[in-house]
């Protein structure tokens, strides 16, 4: 029997436009009003969360930052965190910073760019929605190592967003990824929007989602997730059904149970509608 059931955002819940689809939300809730727990599970960090996820009803906690932060959705309380230290993760995001990439740490729910950094959204090659989520969650500082340092505090995770050129490539991509083999302790993956985000060393969505597992005594076979991208695919196999979206990555797919429809398709109705049919 399914008693968690946890979804991705970016490119598996929200339709390309991130929008929740009706019957999509519909269903989260019903088996939610079940008591089916239903568990957003994104990179994002928790102030991230778009108006569209407050909306959906019933859920009550949410895996943020790849798994680098559990919070409850009522208190806005930490429950969670598995994060990289800051005087580790300092050195990467000084060599990031002298690329042409926006590298943003989260740190407790919150997020930092670079104010000289801010220009190149315009050119990340994705939906307006996107360039404006990340406008509108981004904490602009002048220096962002030195505003981490007075903070103190360790990093939920690091996101490295990528400007694209005349023909459509990201700028400086390959030099991020060789910077990054210099730092094996970190687990670097691709992103839903064409990135590449860091989190400590074993922690995912998947670390994370069995870490939520035994804090409210579900098994992973008692659990069904959905994704569509690198990021999930820890969470796809810690779960005791992993769910590709038809939209997803040919890894996720690979790394998945069962394929179902694509975001824009109700994919997630499509599939709970098979394992879970007391939902229809």
């Known amino acids: 029997m399914i008693k968690l059931i946890a979804f991705d955002l970016d490119g598996t819940l929200f339709d390309d436009h991130k929008r929740i689809r009706p019957e999509t939300k519909g269903i989260l809730e019903k088996a939610a009003r079940r008591g089916i727990e239903t568990v957003p599970a994104t990179g994002r960090p928790y102030k991230g969360l778009c108006s569209e996820v407050e909306k959906l009803q019933g859920f009550r906690y949410v895996l943020t930052t790849n798994g680098g932060g559990i919070y409850e959705r009522e208190t806005g309380t930490c429950i969670y965190q598995d994060c990289m230290k800051l005087e580790e993760l300092l050195p ?4 990031l910073e002298e690329l042409d990439v926006m590298a943003d740490a989260f740190v407790q729910g919150d997020s930092y760019m670079t104010k000289r950094k801010v220009s190149l959204i315009d050119r990340i090659n ?3 929605e996107i360039k404006d989520y990340i406008r509108t969650s981004r904490i602009v500082v002048e220096d962002q190592a030195a505003v981490l340092r007075a903070r103190g505090d360790d990093v939920e995770k690091l996101t490295i967003n990528f400007a694209t050129d005349e023909e459509g490539r ?3 991509y390959d030099k991020a990824w060789k910077i990054l083999e210099d730092f094996p302790g970190f687990h670097p993956v691709s992103g839903g929007m064409q990135n590449i985000e ?4 074993g922690v995912s969505k998947g670390s994370a989602l069995l870490w939520l597992g035994e804090y409210l005594k579900i098994q992973p076979e008692e659990m069904i ?3 569509d991208s690198g990021n999930d695919i ?3 196999r810690a779960a005791g059904i992993g769910v590709a979206m038809g939209n997803a990555e040919e890894e996720a ?5 069962f394929v179902t429809l694509a975001n824009t398709e109700d994919g997630i109705v499509y599939a709970l509608k098979k394992y879970i049919p007391e939902l229809i």
């Open 170 to 172: 990201r700028i400086d």
């Open 253 to 257: 797919k690979a790394a998945a149970d």
């Open 225 to 227: 997730a959905f994704g």
């Open 198 to 201: 860091v989190t400590a060393g």
């Open 126 to 128: 994705g939906p307006e």
């Open 234 to 236: 820890d969470m796809l």
């Open 92 to 95: 990467l995001l000084l060599r």
